[in-house]
Structures are given as structure tokens and as C-alpha cells.
């Protein structure tokens, strides 16, 4: 119970800023009365409660998992297979985001709205799949990346700012209707599932490899996890 406490007021202090913000304009501002006072102190109990187990999730079980894994990688010395662990790490957290699946929906009914495919159920789906595979396999592709760089010690910023220099050159040749979904798929890939898992890999790889620092080599893979998505969301548009 005590381990549970302490979490639990945590998660409420961190939320205070929150209430206060929505609190002030509230009543100074728009001078009203909260709505249903008692539905929404209830739904910020709720929220407290969920962010503390899912904190406290992540510290006895998606750290430790993700960290192992990259220790035990690292002492298999198999490159073909650390690489294949860590496109499927990333394609398979970031295509179960709700945060993603939730944003391709509402662009497939925009893209329908817009003329720029049919207006039927099917189309929407297809058309929100490809984006989410997409997506995901650009997650992918960023994490093997990522650990390719952990590996060689490559220096993240050069990586990075070439990045945005494609993501720049690329954004001048994609249609203007997928440039807004693009630059928020990079968004949304870095949410809940995907997070924990690639940080815990990358700090556990990092520490796993003589001559590695984890604090300037074990970080960075989440960087790279929300460039690519804008470059092969765009090139998705393009090809479509």
C-alpha cells in the first residue's frame, strides 16, 4: 500500500498545474460555475489513479523487459538479429499506438471529405492502414538506425539534422494535403507503448557495450523514432 502512496501523490502534483489552469479561466475568466463538479472530480481521480499504475507498470515491467533484452542481444554478439529485434520492436509498439490508430482514422474521413479517395468504408480503412503501416514501418526503420548508431558511435546530431534536411526536400515535392498528417505522425508515434520499450532498449544496449555511455549514447532513439515518420508519411502521399 505504501508503494502505491507515494506514486499516487506524485501523479496528483504533477497534475495540480492542470486543475489550477482549468480552474482559473474557469471562474476569472469565463466566470462559470464547473459543470458537473462531482463527474469531474471523479474523472480526475480516475485519471490520477491510471497515470500512477501505468508509471508504476512501466518501472517493474517494461523497463526491465526492454533492458534485458538489449543485455541479452548484446551478449549474443548477433548483429542480423539485433537489428531484426529492433525494426520489429519499433514497426510492432508504434502499429498498436492507440495515439496513431486514432489519427489515421480521422485522416482517412478527411481524405474522403477532401475527394482524395472514395467515400466508402473500405477505401477509409485501406486508406488508414497504409497509414499506419507506413508509420510504423518508418518507426522501424528508425530504431535500426538508431541502434546501428549506438553500435558504431556515430554522433546523433549529424543524423538528426540530416533528417530534417530530407524531411525539408521531401516536404517541397508532397501534396499539400498530407504534409499536416505527416508532421503529426511524428507525434504520435512517440506515446505510451512505444516510449518505454525503445528508451529502455537503447539505455540497456548502450550499457551492454564497452565503451558506450548510455547517457550520451543509450538516448536518442526516440528522436529518430519521430523524424522518419514525417519522410515516409510524405512519400506515402507522393506515391499515392
Known amino acids: 500500500m505504501k508503494s502505491f502512496i507515494a506514486p499516487f501523490l506524485g501523479s496528483a502534483r504533477d497534475l495540480l498545474p492542470i486543475v489550477l489552469v482549468i480552474a482559473f479561466f474557469q471562474a476569472v475568466v469565463l466566470q462559470?460555475?464547473?459543470?458537473?463538479?462531482?463527474?469531474?472530480?471523479?474523472?480526475?481521480?480516475?485519471?490520477?489513479?491510471g497515470l500512477t499504475l501505468f508509471i508504476r507498470g512501466l518501472e517493474i515491467g517494461l523497463f526491465p523487459v526492454g533492458e534485458s533484452l538489449a543485455h541479452a542481444f548484446a551478449r549474443k554478439g548477433s548483429l542480423f538479429w539485433l537489428l531484426v529485434f529492433a525494426f520489429c520492436l519499433g514497426f510492432g509498439t508504434t502499429v498498436a499506438e492507440p495515439a496513431l490508430i486514432a489519427v489515421a482514422a480521422e485522416a482517412a474521413v478527411v481524405a474522403a471529405e477532401g475527394g482524395m479517395i472514395v467515400d466508402s468504408s473500405q477505401a477509409k480503412a485501406s486508406y488508414a492502414l497504409g497509414l499506419r503501416l507506413t508509420v510504423a514501418g518508418s518507426v522501424g526503420f528508425a530504431i535500426l538506425v538508431g541502434v546501428l548508431r549506438i553500435l558504431k558511435?556515430?554522433?546523433?546530431?549529424?543524423?538528426?539534422?540530416?533528417?530534417y534536411v530530407l524531411v525539408i526536400i521531401v516536404t517541397m515535392f508532397a501534396p499539400k494535403e498530407i504534409i499536416g498528417i505527416a508532421y503529426d505522425s511524428g507525434g504520435v508515434t512517440t506515446s505510451t507503448i512505444t516510449v518505454p520499450l525503445?528508451?529502455?532498449?537503447?539505455?540497456?544496449?548502450?550499457?551492454?557495450?564497452?565503451?558506450?555511455?548510455?547517457?550520451?549514447?543509450?538516448?536518442?532513439l526516440i528522436a529518430f523514432?519521430?523524424?522518419t515518420p514525417m519522410i515516409f508519411v510524405m512519400i506515402y502521399g507522393i506515391a499515392l
Open 198 to 220: 525503445v528508451t529502455a532498449l537503447g539505455v540497456g544496449l548502450a550499457s551492454s557495450i564497452k565503451g558506450r555511455n548510455p547517457m550520451i549514447d543509450g538516448f536518442g
Open 225 to 227: 523514432a519521430s523524424l
Open 153 to 163: 558511435g556515430w554522433p546523433i546530431q549529424y543524423l538528426i539534422i540530416g533528417g
Open 32 to 49: 462559470q460555475t464547473l459543470p458537473d463538479v462531482f463527474g469531474l472530480l471523479l474523472g480526475l481521480l480516475m485519471v490520477v489513479v
